[in-house]
């Protein structure tokens, strides 16, 4: 489904800003990885540019989804190829309704595929039906998109928009950052009854916590832009206990 | 390199961008070129009017004579254009097919319908399902009135002005004058002087007026002055939503329109006006486009209340200050408008609130947006007299950039002789964020999409206050007006 081979990214007209030194990851169909890494490792990097995010430039290296290289498509195509990024920092957006920024989006993707779009009445039951399940208080998606939303709100908004969308890969950006549990549980809930073999998922984590209510199949450890260990759920559980100095170039060296 | 795309796109679209660009081939009864003593009593007895009239006109040419001598066209606004050359200037252009005026629609020209037809007017029976009464101003006659008669069952008047003076010259006398008088400036005096046509409303006491009125203004003639006046009257407790639409075809000559809008709002009633004006508003590169110069002003008596809700996206200039007189004692004054500025577009817009009774309270909320190398003022005033005990206003004014070739300003004229007034003015400027779009993005819309919809949004304030037809009309003229304004 989703191979990165050899990526180098660098910010945008800044000298000797690499972040991203030479990754290589292979999502296949139906698998949940999970990227975990310290602060400033370039995880949220990674997840923006998988999503095509122009801040940031590929010097070197290549994304295939499917096989097809996507490094120069725009995000919307991205999206309509069934890619679904789960933002750290949701944008706020005066005066546009969720509602109707769903409904659009939906409408965008059914567009470039030519199939035919959801009829109001079936998108509003699916949205209804979405809001419940993820918990966001009703009358906060009948105001601004995001706007006066609190972390834990904007984070639930963006499982709503996963739910509503069912994409073929979602990369969740550090989704549980500033979650109480029963939020954690939600999100968690979310993926889980979303996983099937059709689908792949990378969660990218600080904390080991979210992996106690998500079964990752893979876990890998992102150090100052590399992927320094890759294993099964285990290596969750080592980075609880040790932190992730173990694997920094200051701590290996001591 | 944001730059090159632009102006290849825009080079793309070019004779699309402005969707209502054509012009109608209908013979046209012009009066010669230039304005005089003798121009302003063609154009009367043109009209077949009432000595009265007449000498009111008289009145208000010599007075924009000395006007112009003076050299007193108003200058302080923010905005620029060459001397306009007043004596280059058609003031008179009746098709001609209707100067033998139209009985019903079956009399007016088909060719005439057609472009109405094109504009989207809900002429006929489309006015019919719309619920909407229609007063078309063609070049300066008003050619058809639908709904005529189930208003007048009500007792409403809803006819073209001069069927007005000829009809119900009382009404006309009493009022004409009153809010915005000749003398009120130079655009104003030359609009009195030499008005040809416009629409006329009055609803009588207790009356609800159970449809939106509508205009629909289009200049077709080459360098032809388009100066019509607009006179409504909300009896006490009357009530009445107004609409008017606004469109000329694409010429690369500027055309000038001088327009007067009065309102007079009787104790304990309420006038909501709603304008989408969408004149030319000249090429991507500058050249032609309508010169909107208009004074609008309306007086709240007790207890009354007026609602100016505008979208102006059109015109190479647009100069206009939507007021209201707050007079009476717990009178309402508001003010919504969202005024973009494309290519290079200028707009000076805003409002003025005057308190003058007790309690009288005033809402603005003023949005621009620039884009290209557009440029947009807010101009507001807002004036608390010494008697106007407890008066209150609230003023938002947010600026949106697109690009970083255009401009936005804010002049607030604040003046206050009464200290209980409460005032608040908030103000912003913001600029479409990378993270917005990007989030847009990431969901599977195109960037002109994603920008359209944070426009909307960030619209939405000012287009919730429009009528629901009107509304979609609006939204989707933000969208044609900002293609190739991204990029």
Redesign the interface.
Request: proline share 9%; glycine share 6%; no cysteine.
């Given at each position: 489904m989703l191979e990165i081979k050899n990526l180098r990214v660098s910010v945008l007209d800044i000298d000797d800003s690499e972040i991203l030194k030479g990754i290589d990851l292979t999502v296949k169909t139906g698998e949940v990885h999970a990227i975990m890494g310290p602060n400033g490792s370039g995880k949220s990097t990674l997840a923006n540019v998988l999503?095509?995010?122009?801040?940031y430039v590929i010097t070197e290296g290549d994304i295939l989804y499917d096989g097809e290289s996507i490094i120069d498509l725009?995000?919307?195509k991205?999206?309509?190829l069934g890619m679904?990024?789960a933002?750290q920092?949701?944008?706020?957006?005066?005066?546009?309704r969720p509602w109707?920024?769903?409904k659009?989006?939906l409408d965008?993707?059914a567009d470039?595929r030519g199939e035919e779009k959801m009829s109001i009445r079936d998108f509003s039951k699916l949205f209804d039906e979405k809001v419940e399940a993820v918990g966001i208080n009703p009358q906060l998606v009948k105001r601004?998109?995001n706007e006066g939303f609190s972390g834990g709100e904007k984070k639930r908004n963006e499982m709503l928009?996963l739910e509503v969308?069912q994409p073929e890969l979602a990369i969740l950006d550090e989704t549980d950052s500033g979650l109480d549990v029963d939020a954690l549980r939600i999100v968690a809930h979310g993926v889980n009854s979303m996983r099937s073999p059709e689908r792949s998922f990378i969660i990218v984590t600080h904390y080991q916590r979210l992996l106690n209510y998500i079964k990752p199949d893979v876990v890998h450890i992102l150090v100052e832009g590399k992927i320094v260990k890759t294993g099964g759920p285990e290596l969750a559980l080592d980075v609880e206990k040790d932190g992730y100095k173990q694997y920094t170039s200051v701590g290996a060296s001591a | 390199m944001a730059t090159q795309n632009t102006i290849s796109r825009k080079s793309d679209m070019s004779g699309q961008e402005y969707q209502w660009g054509f012009v109608t081939d209908i013979e046209t009864d012009l009066a010669p070129r230039g304005l005089s003593e003798d121009i302003v009593r063609l154009i009367s007895s043109k009209k077949g009017e009432p000595e009265w009239m007449l000498e009111w006109r008289l009145k208000a040419y010599r007075h924009w004579v000395k006007l112009n001598d003076a050299e007193s066209e108003p200058e302080w606004a923010n905005v620029k254009y060459p001397k306009i050359d007043y004596q280059d200037i058609y003031y008179y252009a009746a098709p001609k097919s209707v100067t033998e005026a139209p009985k019903s629609l079956d009399d007016v020209d088909p060719e005439m319908l057609a472009t109405f037809e094109k504009l989207g007017i809900p002429l006929q029976e489309r006015a019919k399902l719309a619920g909407i009464a229609v007063d078309a101003v063609f070049d300066s006659v008003s050619v058809a009135t639908t709904f005529e008669k189930q208003l007048g069952e009500l007792g409403i008047i809803f006819c073209s002005f001069s069927e007005a003076v000829k009809n119900h010259p009382d009404l006309v006398k009493k009022y004409l004058g009153s809010v915005v008088p000749y003398t009120d400036n130079f655009f104003a005096s030359l609009n009195a002087a030499v008005f040809s046509d416009g629409s006329f409303a009055y609803i009588p006491p207790g009356v609800r007026c159970p449809i939106e009125l509508m205009t629909y203004f289009r200049i077709n003639t080459a360098d032809t002055g388009q100066f019509e006046r607009t006179l409504i009257i909300a009896d006490e407790g009357a009530y009445v939503s107004y609409l008017e639409g606004c469109t000329a075809p694409f010429r690369k000559t500027h055309q000038l329109h001088a327009a007067v809008v009065e309102l007079v709002a009787l104790d304990d009633s309420e006038i909501k006006y709603s304008t989408i004006q969408n004149w030319f508003p000249g090429t991507p590169e500058g050249e032609g486009g309508v010169f909107n110069f208009v004074t609008k002003r309306g007086r709240a008596d007790k207890n009354a209340k007026i609602s100016w809700t505008q979208v102006e996206t059109g015109s190479a200039i647009t100069w206009k200050y939507p007021s209201v007189i707050l007079k009476g004692d717990n009178s309402v004054g508001e003010f919504f408008s969202v005024a973009l500025t494309n290519n290079y577009q200028q707009a000076d817009t805003g409002t003025k609130m005057i308190h003058i009774g007790k309690n009288t309270k005033s809402t603005i909320v003023a949005k621009g947006i620039s884009a290209g190398h557009g440029n947009n003022t807010y101009r507001g005033q807002v004036q608390i007299m010494p008697g106007a005990e407890n008066a209150v206003n609230h003023t938002q004014c947010d600026s949106l950039l697109i690009g970083d070739k255009c401009g936005a300003h804010t002049v607030p004229y604040i003046e206050v002789r009464n200290p209980t007034a409460r005032l608040e003015h908030e103000a912003s400027t913001s600029k479409v964020s990378d993270e917005q779009l990007f989030y847009l993005r990431a969901r599977g819309l195109s960037e002109e999409e994603a920008h359209h919809m944070i426009i909307t949004g960030w619209s939405r304030e000012v287009f919730q206050e429009l009528p629901f037809e009107f509304a979609l009309e609006a939204n989707q003229l933000l969208k044609v007006s900002l293609e190739g304004a991204v990029g």
């Open positions: 999503m095509g995010r122009t801040e725009l995000p919307e991205r999206a309509h679904f990024l933002f920092y949701p944008a706020e957006i005066p005066g546009v109707q920024f769903l659009a989006a965008a993707k470039s601004s998109l928009q969308l | -």
